[in-house]
């Protein structure tokens, strides 16, 4: 596990816990032989949370855009050119 923590800096428990949530959510699966943690990602739930956080993007970025167009709409309002 050091290998696979070295890349962002972080302590071995903290790393482990995140492991922890990955594999709770079923993102992927972890089997440990000896000192020795293997990590496979699962692909079809990794693809259902990335359809979920697309979904979940395209609301969002749908609300900022009317949010973008009611903010400039007070300003000219308030501020007449």
């Known amino acids: 596990m050091k290998e696979l923590g070295r890349p962002f800096e972080m302590a071995l ?7 922890a ?3 709770e959510s079923g993102l992927i699966a972890s089997r440990k032989v000896g000192r020795v943690r293997t990590c ?3 692909p079809k739930k990794l693809a259902a949370a990335e359809l ?5 993007r395209a609301m969002w970025e749908s609300r900022t855009d009317r949010l973008v167009e009611y903010v400039e709409g007070q300003m000219e309002k308030e501020h007449p050119q």
């Open 52 to 56: 979920w956080l697309a979904t979940q």
């Open 40 to 42: 496979q990602i699962r």
């Open 21 to 23: 949530v990955l594999e």
């Open 13 to 19: 428990p903290s790393f482990m816990k995140h492991i």
